[in-house]
């Protein structure tokens, strides 16, 4: 079951964000997102724990995809599919935007098989000097 994100599932997303492999956001950037007036945000539950969320923006027609993450023992289940797939559902949304380490090969694999195409690159984007590859969905 994919849900609007809510500060009830705080804690559960903290346990996801400190076991990830990839620079994990601290529990005041997370409330944050969560109280964003412009923020669109996903929760995946299943058996009423959050199997995974997505974070972004919606501006206008467009949503600028922050951060997806899926539980290490979700994974490979189609879930992050799922969330991008309901985003893209949003009535009247034209494109969807995201930044993804060049080194993210699962993530940008994701992408990629979604329909995503690259726009663009990023140098030194991300604090550990990694290089951000930029992404486009237009949606038909
Ligand atoms: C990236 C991530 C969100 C994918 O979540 P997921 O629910 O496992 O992904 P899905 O099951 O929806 O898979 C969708 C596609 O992603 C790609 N993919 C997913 N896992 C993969 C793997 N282990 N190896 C290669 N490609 C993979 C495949 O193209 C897959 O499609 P397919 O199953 O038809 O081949 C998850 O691996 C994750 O949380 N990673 C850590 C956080 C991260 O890097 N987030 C992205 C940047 S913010």
Request: charged residues 25%; glycine residues 4%; hydrophobic residues 35%.
């Amino acid at each position: 079951m994919i849900l609007k994100a809510k500060k009830t599932h705080l804690k559960e997303i903290l346990i996801i964000e400190a076991k990830l492999e990839i620079a994990s956001w601290s529990k005041k950037s997370i409330i944050n997102e969560i109280e964003n007036d412009c923020s669109y945000n996903l929760v995946s539950v299943h058996s009423n724990k959050v199997s995974g969320y997505m974070f972004g923006w919606m501006i206008a027609n467009e949503y600028h995809l922050n951060k997806i993450v899926v539980s290490k023992n979700f994974r490979r289940k189609g879930i992050a599919k799922n969330m991008i797939e309901m985003v893209s559902n949003f009535p009247n949304l034209k494109r969807i935007y995201l930044e993804v380490s060049e080194r993210n090969r699962i993530a940008k694999n994701l992408y990629e098989g979604f329909g995503f195409t690259k726009q663009g690159h990023r140098s030194n984007y991300y604090s550990d000097g990694t290089n951000a590859k930029m992404y486009k969905l237009e949606i038909k």
